[in-house]
C-alpha cells in the first residue's frame, strides 16, 4: 500500500517550490513527488542489488533458501556486476557529453566550427602545456586541432592509459599504476565492463570493483575533465558574476523559455541568440517586454557559470516550472530530464522540445538541433517559444515570488586568481589558512535531489553546519542550485554564518565562503582544486592527504555513483546521504565502505541525516588534519628547503 501522501512542506524547502506543489494538487497535476508515493514500497531485491536479470536464464535473486543464481552467481558477484553497470552508466553519460565537445573543438579547429569559436585562447594554451604539447610559436587553431586529436584519443585508446591522468599528482598516479588501476581509452573501459559483466566472465567481485574504480577515473580524469577543459576553451572559462535562482526568476510579462540538460553546446547559443535585437523586437511584436531565458540542471550550470543566465531550480523543480503556467517552452537535450514532463506540459501551454537526435521522449516535438547551424537553430527555437506566448492562459499562471540573488563562476582559475590576484594567482593563502588552522578543510558537497528525502534539505543544513565549523565549502550541480535559493551562495549570506577562522579568511582574500564550481562535469574542477593544493605544498604529496571530503547528500543518478568512486579512487573519502543498493553482499559493502581506505587513502561514508553527516565530515578531516601534523597552531611547521625537495609534485 501506498504510503500516506506527505504535504508539500514536508516535500520541499524552498516557498517557490512549496507553492508550486500545491498548485500541482489543485490542477490535478502528477509529478515525481507523488510518484514517489506510489512508489514508496520499493523492491527490496532491486534496493539491496540482489536481483540479476543478466541472463535469460534469470531474472535471478538470492535469499536465504536460493543463495545462488542458476548459474550459480552468488550475492557477491551480483551486486558487484549491477554495481559495475551503474558505474559504466555514469561514466558513459559524462564522457559522451564529452566527447561531443571534443569533436566540436576539431570542427572550429578545422575552420567548420558552425558559428561556434575559440572563445578562451589562454584556455587552450593551458590546456595544451597540461599535455605537453609544443604551442608557442602555433596559430591557436594549429594547436586547438593537435589537443582536440590528444582528446579523441582518450576515447579511443586501446592500450595507452589516459594522458589526462598525468594532471594528478605524481604519487596518486604512481598509485594507481601499483594497484593496475589505470585505464586506458574511455570506449574502451566502458566496452569491457559491459564484457566482464555479461553471463558467465567476471565473477571475482573485488575484480569487478577495481573496475568500477578503473572505470571512473576515465570519467573523472578523463571524459568529464575534457568536457570541462573543451567547455573552458569554446565558451570561456568562468569567472565570478551574479545571477538569481528559483522559480521567481519567470517573468509575468516575458517569455520564457527554460533550457533543461546538460550540453552547452545549445544553450549557449540559446544564450547569444536570446540577447539579439531580432529576437527581442520579435518578442515584442508577440506582446512581450521580452524572453527570459532560464536554466534546469546542469545546462543551468554552464549558462550560469559563463553569461549569468537565472537558474529556474534544480532537478526536483523540472514539473514544478512547467505547473507555474508560465513556461512557453521547455528545451531539453540530454540527462536528468523526466519522460514526464510532456504529461505535465499538457495542463499548460508549454511546448517541450528536445533536442537531441539520441534523446526523445513520447509527447515533446523534437526539432533536431543542428549545430553546424547553431544560430539559426537557436533562433527558430525562441521564435517558435515567442509565437506560443499569446497561447499562455492567464488564469492557469501563478509564478512563485521567491528567487534569490547568488554568485557563481569559480573555476579554479578564478579562485586562484582571487587568492593571489592576477600575477601571482596562488592557492598559497588557501593552503596557508588550512595549516594554520582556520580554515579546517575543504568539503565539496555535489550531486542532485531525490524525493526520497525533503528537498535540498540535507544540502543546506548541512552546508551551514560545515562553514560554522571553519570548513570552506565547494559545490556543484544540483546541490550549488539547492544552496543557491535560500541565498548561500551570496559572499554577505554565507559570511554572516561562517566561523569565526573563515570568515576571516574570506573576507582578507574576498571569497565567499560557499563556492559554485559548476555543473556535475565540473567536479573535474574539484579534483583540479585539490591537485592545486598538493602542488602549492605543505599539505602533503598526495590527495589523499589534504583535509578534504566529498559529499552527495541526495544523490540519485548513475553519474553520481561514477563521481564518487572517481573521488574515492582518487583518495577522497566521500560520504553519502543514502547507501548504494549493495547492502545484499557484505564483502561488497565492506570493500567499498572499508577496504577501500587501505587501498587508495579514502573510502565510502553513509551518513543519512546532515548532522550525522558533519560529525563524519568533521572526524575525517581532524584525522587527515593530525596525520599532518597541523591540529595545533603550535605545532605549525612551515614548508623549509628540504620538506620542498621532497615535494615530490
Ligand atoms: Ni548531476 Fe547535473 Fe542534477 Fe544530479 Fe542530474 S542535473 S549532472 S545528475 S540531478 S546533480
Ligand atoms: Fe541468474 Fe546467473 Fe543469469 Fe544472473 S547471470 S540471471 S544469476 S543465471
Not at 578545422?110 to 610559436?137: M, S, T, V
Not at 508577440?286 to 543566465?309: D, K, P, Y
Not at 540527462?335 to 501551454?349: E, I, N, R, T
Not at 537557436?378 to 512563485?400: F, H, Q, S, T, W
Amino acid at each position: 500500500m501506498a504510503k500516506e501522501a506527505l504535504s508539500s512542506n514536508d516535500r520541499a524547502r524552498d516557498s517557490a517550490s512549496i507553492e508550486a506543489l500545491n498548485k500541482a494538487a489543485a490542477d490535478c497535476v502528477d509529478t515525481c513527488f507523488n510518484r514517489m508515493d506510489l512508489q514508496s514500497n520499493q523492491c527490496k531485491f532491486g534496493t539491496t542489488g540482489v536481483c540479476c536479470r543478466i541472463c535469460h536464464m534469470g531474472p535471478c535473486k538470492i535469499t536465504p533458501k536460493s543463495p545462488k543464481g542458476v548459474c550459480g552467481a552468488d550475492a557477491d558477484t551480483i551486486v558487484a556486476r549491477n554495481f559495475l553497470r551503474e558505474v559504466v552508466g555514469g561514466t558513459a553519460a559524462h564522457s559522451d557529453h564529452g566527447r561531443h565537445l571534443v569533436l566540436r573543438l576539431k570542427k572550429v579547429a578545422e575552420g567548420n566550427g558552425g558559428g561556434y569559436q575559440i572563445k578562451d585562447e589562454a584556455a587552450l594554451r593551458r590546456a595544451a602545456r597540461w599535455y605537453g604539447l609544443e604551442e608557442a610559436c602555433k596559430i591557436k587553431e594549429a594547436v586547438a586541432l593537435e589537443l582536440a586529436d590528444i582528446f579523441i584519443g582518450e576515447f579511443t585508446s586501446q592500450e595507452d592509459p589516459l594522458k589526462t591522468l598525468s594532471l594528478a599528482p605524481i604519487k596518486r598516479q604512481a598509485l594507481w599504476e601499483q594497484l593496475n588501476c589505470k585505464p586506458e581509452g574511455i570506449d574502451r573501459m566502458c566496452v569491457e565492463a559491459m564484457h566482464r559483466t555479461h553471463m558467465g566472465v567476471d565473477h571475482d567481485y573485488k575484480n569487478l570493483l577495481m573496475h568500477a574504480f578503473r572505470t571512473s577515473l576515465a570519467d573523472g580524469w578523463g571524459g568529464a575533465r575534457v568536457a570541462t577543459i573543451c567547455s573552458d576553451i569554446l565558451f570561456g572559462t568562468p569567472s565570478p558574476l551574479k545571477s538569481k535562482v528559483n522559480l521567481g526568476v519567470l517573468g509575468e510579462k516575458t517569455v520564457n523559455v527554460i533550457v533543461h540538460g546538460h550540453e552547452p553546446e545549445l544553450s549557449e547559443m540559446l544564450a547569444v541568440a536570446v540577447k539579439t535585437p531580432e529576437i527581442q523586437e520579435y518578442a515584442k511584436q508577440a506582446g512581450a517586454e521580452g524572453v527570459t531565458l532560464a536554466g534546469i540542471c546542469c545546462t543551468a550550470n554552464e549558462i550560469l557559470m559563463r553569461h549569468g543566465i537565472p537558474v529556474a531550480g534544480n532537478f526536483l523543480q523540472q514539473e514544478l516550472a512547467i505547473i507555474t503556467g508560465a513556461v512557453e517552452m521547455m528545451i531539453t537535450d540530454v540527462q536528468c530530464v523526466m519522460p514526464s514532463l510532456p504529461d505535465v506540459a499538457k495542463a499548460y501551454h508549454t511546448e517541450i522540445v528536445s533536442t537531441s537526435d539520441m534523446a526523445k521522449t513520447v509527447g515533446a516535438t523534437h526539432l533536431g538541433f543542428d549545430p553546424d547551424d547553431a544560430m539559426t537553430s537557436a533562433k527558430n527555437l525562441l521564435k517558435r517559444a515567442i509565437d506560443a506566448y499569446k497561447k499562455r492562459d492567464p488564469k492557469k499562471v501563478a509564478i512563485p515570488k521567491s528567487n534569490s540573488p547568488l554568485v557563481a563562476g569559480y573555476s579554479v582559475e578564478a579562485i586562484k586568481y582571487m587568492l593571489g590576484g592576477k600575477f601571482r594567482g596562488s592557492f598559497r593563502p588557501l593552503n596557508d589558512a588550512i595549516i594554520q588552522g582556520r580554515i579546517k578543510g575543504v568539503v565539496g558537497i555535489v550531486g542532485c535531489n531525490n524525493p526520497k528525502s525533503k528537498m535540498d534539505e540535507y544540502m543546506m543544513v548541512l552546508t551551514k553546519e560545515l562553514i560554522k565549523r571553519d570548513v570552506l565549502v565547494i559545490q556543484t550541480g544540483c546541490a550549488a542550485i539547492a544552496c543557491a535559493k535560500e541565498g548561500m551562495l551570496t559572499p554577505e549570506a554565507a559570511l554572516e554564518q561562517a566561523g569565526p577562522g573563515l570568515k576571516e579568511v574570506c573576507e582578507a582574500v574576498g571569497i565567499a565562503p560557499v563556492l559554485h564550481l559548476g555543473s556535475c562535469v565540473d567536479n573535474s574542477r574539484i579534483l583540479e582544486a585539490a591537485t592545486e593544493i598538493v602542488r602549492e605544498g605543505g599539505l602533503g604529496d598526495d590527495l589523499s592527504q589534504v583535509p578534504a571530503v566529498g559529499v552527495a547528500p541526495e544523490w540519485m543518478s548513475e553519474k553520481a555513483i561514477a563521481i564518487g568512486c572517481y573521488f574515492v579512487a582518487s583518495g577522497v573519502d566521500v560520504v553519502l546521504g543514502h547507501p548504494f543498493h549493495i547492502a545484499g553482499s557484505e564483502n561488497v559493502t565492506k570493500f567499498l565502505n572499508e577496504e577501500t581506505k587501505e587501498l587508495f587513502g579514502g573510502s565510502f561514508h553513509v551518513a543519512e541525516d546532515a548532522h550525522t553527516a558533519v560529525a563524519k565530515i568533521m572526524e575525517i578531516l581532524n584525522d587527515a588534519r593530525e596525520k599532518l601534523g597541523i591540529n595545533k597552531k603550535a605545532e605549525r611547521k612551515l614548508l623549509d628547503m628540504k620538506d620542498r625537495r621532497e615535494l615530490n609534485v
